[in-house]
Nanobody, 121 residues
């Protein structure tokens, strides 16, 4: 098991920044790629960005490229999502996930429960 717990969500004005954290546990955290997904009300879940286990490669969705950055600290079993230049359309529940393959969003093995991000205009 790789229980995942997100934190750092909240309310921010358009143009602002937030950093989300996702803490894992267990010896296996560093073996997984980690990623972030989001789901806005009435919309399907959307892949945001992922990073490989070695913290050397990332893969991002088109809607967040150049604005969102993922990183991880395997010593702390934590993955981060730095979100800059936020837009109202970024409003969603953000979930972290452990993946088998960092550039294949279909390979999610574990999900966190999510944290709400709301961007006001």
């Amino acid at each position: 098991q790789v229980p995942l717990v997100e934190s750092g969500g909240g309310l921010v004005q358009a143009g602002g920044s937030l950093r989300l954290s996702c803490a894992g546990s267990g010896r296996t955290f560093s073996s997984y790629a980690m990623g972030w997904f989001r789901q806005a009300p009435g919309k399907e879940r959307e892949f945001v960005v992922a990073i490989n286990w070695a913290n050397s490669r990332t893969y991002a969705g088109d809607s967040v490229k150049d604005r969102f950055t993922i990183s991880r600290d395997n010593a702390k079993n934590t993955v981060y999502l730095q979100m800059n230049s936020l837009k109202p359309e970024d409003t969603a529940v953000y979930c972290c996930a452990a993946l088998a393959v960092y550039n294949d969003p279909r390979t999610v093995t574990y999900w966190g429960q999510g944290t709400q991000v709301t961007v006001s205009s």
